[in-house]
């Protein structure tokens, strides 16, 4: 089941997703959408999607350290999912885990209070459906750990950082380590889970991808029977 949601900071532009793309064979959960499979986002670009969804969760506030993590976790799940990368950057192995050293370098003025504040220009229009549904998952399955414990699961025996990391250098955690990493688990579960503070105004139909409003379920529309 697709969903669209809206909070008092981006998620109201979600609608303008869906009238842009997901009416353009552009599905959310088919894995039917092609036109925009290729592109990568900027990292910049998934560390303003978490910092938006921290902003509308007040149990989830976003860190230097936290939206690294989470970042790195994405990058993972999406090379399983996808079996491609979710941005280009480079992930480095650092004392404290895997790190996007242009994500650090921006926000390290914060040090370790919560940032608040997204990129000016900053669109979730940037980021195709698929790509949406793969970070509120990521979000959704990692919401309950603290930052401390992502860092301690980024650094688990056997994982990317723990075959890349020597101390005292900023080597790139290769991208096949990574991806080899996360599909020896089982998939990322898709979820429907909405985040505190983010209203649920509507779900898209998989097999049409149309946006299905509250109103249109409420009259009982048997066209939306096949929603999963």
């Known amino acids: 089941m697709g969903l ?3 909070s008092k900071n981006i998620f109201h532009v979600i609608i303008q997703i869906d009238v842009r793309y997901l ?12 036109s925009r499979r290729t592109m990568m986002l900027k ?28 970042m790195y976790f994405a990058q993972g799940w999406n090379l399983q999912r996808f079996g491609k990368p979710l941005f280009q950057e480079d ?27 997204c990129s000016e220009g900053f669109n979730i229009s940037q980021i195709p459906s698929e790509e949406i549904q793969l970070l509120l998952d990521v979000y959704n399955k990692y919401r309950g750990y ?9 650094h688990e025996e056997n994982t990317p950082w723990a075959k890349t990391y020597v101390e005292g250098k900023s080597k790139t955690i290769d991208t096949s380590l990574i ?29 049409t991808g149309r946006t299905i409003l509250p109103a249109d379920e409420d009259e009982g529309d048997d066209a939306y029977d096949g929603l999963v």
């Open 146 to 154: 603290s930052t401390s414990r992502l860092v301690e699961k980024s």
């Open 43 to 70: 990292a910049n670009t998934v560390a303003d999607f978490f910092i938006s969804l921290g902003n509308a969760d007040n149990e989830d506030p976003m860190t230097n350290l936290r939206i690294n993590k989470l």
């Open 91 to 117: 992930i480095k192995a650092w004392k404290y885990g895997p790190v996007i050293e242009s994500i650090y370098k921006k926000y390290q003025s914060y040090g370790k209070n919560i940032i608040t504040d």
């Open 23 to 34: 009416l353009n064979d552009i599905h959310i959960l088919d894995g039917k959408s092609e």
């Open 4 to 6: 669209l949601f809206l």
């Open 179 to 207: 991806k080899e990493y996360f599909d020896n688990h089982l998939p990322l579960k898709k979820t429907s889970v909405v985040p505190p503070n983010v209203k649920l105004i509507g779900r898209i139909n998989p097999e």
